[in-house]
Each structure stands twice: as structure tokens, then as C-alpha cells.
């Protein structure tokens, strides 16, 4: 099984270039999210997605953008990239939206902002 | 809002020595919580969870976690830890309709 696919691993944009963080999963779950990891931090909910057509904000959501068309994929867009968001993406997905779901998650993109 | 709390950021620890990482929570309703492990360079993966039943509760690896209501707990123990615990460790908690929140991370060092 697959799991949780995230492309690319590893990524180096400019200030102000954009790009999107591609994820994928196999697993037909309902609820996809994205976090961002930074030392200290732990993990900060940006987007989630609890079905096809249906998105909200997390807690950092500024300077993010996601969609979700399909049940499988649930890109994060990076509308100008900023110093600020250099950090460690994951995606993740779980069967429901309902807080009894352990989350599954992919292998990460690491980005950094020049 | 529910909010966690890992007590320690880092821990050391002797090889085949027991180890206790902690995790408090807030939450004025019933909630659900995990413990995750990260190794370097993966995402994280589900060590165990408590959603409801026997306060104990075991996962993989020989880990294993106590539920304490009263006193808002949900501590992780194992009874001896080898080299390949090393990783970083993370509390989380939710409840029925709400996000999952996860703690900032304990990075467990397992010493020769």
C-alpha cells in the first residue's frame, strides 16, 4: 500500500516564486490535512479537507491556498513564497473527519525559502 | 479548545532503562488521544491510542500509555528502551467533532 504520497521530498524556491506541494492517498479516506513542522513547534494544522468540494482553515492558514476535486489528492498551494515558510510540510489523511481517527501520515516535503 | 502539553522537550536515557515521556491535556469535554512517533527524516506514525474502555492502553514497540482523568494525563512508559526508540515523540488530542491537536515533541535519546 502506498499510504500518504507527497511530491517532491525536498524543495528550494525564491521569495515571491509560487508552487504547489502535490499529496496523494489510496486509502479512499474522507478527511485530508495539511501541517507545517518547525523546531519547537510541533505540528500546526494549515488546511483540511473532511470530503471532495469541502475546505477549511487550520491555525496558520495565511499565504495558503488548497482544493480538493477528488477524494485522493488535496494540493497545498504556495501563492508568494516568504522566508517565513521555510519549514517541513506533511500531509495527512484519516477514514473520517470524527476525532477518533488516528492520521495517516506521508513522508514530508521539505522547503526552503532563499 | 483542547490544548497539549509535553512536559519535556528532550530526554535522555540509558539504553534497557526504563523511560517515561509525559503529556497533560486540557479539554472541557471527553476527549481521544494518541501518542505518535517520528523518526528522522518520516512522517509520523501511530504508536498507540486511548478512545475509550481500560485506561491502559498498549501499542506497538512495548510502549504503552495510561489514561488519568483526574489528573488530565496520558503518559507514555516503556519498561526498557533499545537504539532504535530513538525518535521524536508527540502527544495529541481531540475530541468528537473537534481538529486534532498535537503537542510540540519530546525527542527521546537513548544513550549507550
Known amino acids: 500500500n502506498a499510504g500518504v504520497t507527497q511530491t517532491p521530498k525536498f524543495q528550494v524556491l525564491k521569495t515571491g516564486q509560487s508552487m504547489t506541494l502535490q499529496c496523494a492517498q489510496d486509502?479512499?479516506?474522507?478527511?485530508m490535512s495539511w501541517y507545517r513542522q518547525d523546531p519547537g513547534m510541533g505540528l500546526r494544522l494549515i488546511h483540511y479537507?473532511?470530503?471532495?468540494?469541502?475546505?477549511d482553515q487550520g491555525e496558520v492558514p495565511n499565504g495558503y491556498n488548497v482544493s480538493r476535486s477528488t477524494t485522493e489528492d488535496f494540493p497545498l498551494r504556495l501563492l508568494s513564497a516568504a522566508p517565513s515558510q521555510t519549514s517541513v510540510y506533511f500531509c495527512?489523511?484519516?477514514?473520517?473527519?470524527?476525532?477518533?481517527?488516528?492520521?495517516?501520515f506521508g513522508d514530508g516535503t521539505r522547503l526552503s525559502i532563499l | 479548545a483542547q490544548s497539549v502539553t509535553q512536559l519535556d522537550s528532550q530526554v535522555p536515557v540509558f539504553e534497557e532503562a526504563p523511560v517515561e515521556l509525559r503529556c497533560n491535556y486540557s479539554?472541557?469535554?471527553?476527549?481521544?488521544l494518541f501518542w505518535y512517533v517520528q523518526y528522522p527524516n518520516q512522517g509520523l506514525q501511530l504508536l498507540l491510542k486511548?478512545?475509550?474502555?481500560?485506561?491502559l492502553v498498549k501499542g506497538i514497540n512495548g510502549f504503552e500509555a495510561e489514561f488519568n482523568k483526574s489528573q488530565t494525563s496520558f503518559h507514555l512508559r516503556k519498561p526498557s528502551v533499545h537504539i532504535s526508540d530513538t525518535a521524536e515523540y508527540f502527544c495529541a488530542v481531540s475530541d468528537r467533532d473537534d481538529k486534532i491537536i498535537f503537542g510540540k515533541g519530546t525527542r527521546l535519546h537513548i544513550l549507550p
Open positions: 479539554s472541557s469535554v471527553s476527549v481521544y
Open positions: 479537507s473532511v470530503g471532495a468540494g469541502i475546505t
Open positions: 486511548y478512545l475509550s474502555g481500560s485506561t
Open positions: 486509502m479512499n479516506h474522507e478527511y
Open positions: 495527512a489523511s484519516s477514514r473520517t473527519g470524527t476525532g477518533n481517527q488516528p492520521q495517516h
